[in-house]
């Protein structure tokens, strides 16, 4: 399977997820200002929130996807007041036709001292967990 990581990233909390993530994988992560250039059977997609909103340059990137580029994309982000960033994605994507898997990955990310030090060690651990599990299950469900 060939997989791809993209991340959109203002404080650092989403491309230190998407680096552990490509560690994991075996792949490098990028920032959405890269596009996916040849097709990817699952596609790993992370922000986080601010003032609210996943930042527009998260949303102009998907816009660039296609059910043909990508078969799958797995969201994970953080954020520290709203529940999670991946809502806001997923509605993206889903509008454009492009599958996304049910499970998703949100931890707490620091704001200030809202959740200060997060994600931390534990966090990125269960990111990790996450993505091993998934990608173990996609691995045995093509065999």
Same mark, same amino acid.
């Given at each position: 399977? #060939?997989?791809?990581?993209?991340?959109?990233? #203002?404080?650092?909390?989403?491309? $230190?997820? =998407?680096?552990? %993530?490509?560690?994991?994988? @075996? *792949?490098?992560?990028?920032?959405? !200002?890269?596009? /996916?250039?040849?097709?990817?059977?699952?596609?790993? %997609?992370? =922000?986080?929130?601010?003032?609210?909103? /996943?930042? #527009?340059?998260?949303?102009?990137?998907?816009?660039? %996807? !296609?059910?043909?580029?990508?078969?799958?994309?797995? %969201?994970? @982000?953080?954020? =520290?007041?709203?529940?999670?960033?991946?809502? $806001?994605?997923?509605k993206a994507l889903e509008e454009r036709g492009i599958k996304v898997a049910d499970r998703s990955? *949100?931890? #707490?990310?620091?704001? @200030?001292p809202i959740h200060s030090g997060h994600p931390d060690k534990e966090?990125?651990? =269960?990111?990790?967990?996450?993505?091993? !599990?998934?990608? *173990?299950? $996609?691995? !045995?469900?093509?065999?």
């Amino acid at each position: 399977m #060939k997989y791809a990581i993209r991340y959109y990233s #203002k404080f650092g909390h989403s491309k $230190q997820m =998407a680096d552990a %993530l490509g560690n994991v994988i @075996g *792949t490098s992560a990028a920032p959405v !200002t890269e596009p /996916v250039t040849e097709p990817v059977d699952v596609l790993f %997609l992370g =922000a986080g929130v601010f003032l609210g909103s /996943v930042n #527009k340059s998260v949303f102009r990137f998907i816009d660039s %996807l !296609t059910p043909e580029k990508v078969r799958c994309v797995v %969201l994970f @982000g953080s954020c =520290a007041i709203i529940d999670s960033p991946v809502p $806001q994605m997923r509605k993206a994507l889903e509008e454009r036709g492009i599958k996304v898997a049910d499970r998703s990955f *949100t931890c #707490k990310g620091s704001m @200030g001292p809202i959740h200060s030090g997060h994600p931390d060690k534990e966090d990125i651990d =269960a990111l990790c967990r996450f993505a091993k !599990t998934f990608v *173990t299950e $996609q691995e !045995t469900a093509n065999v």
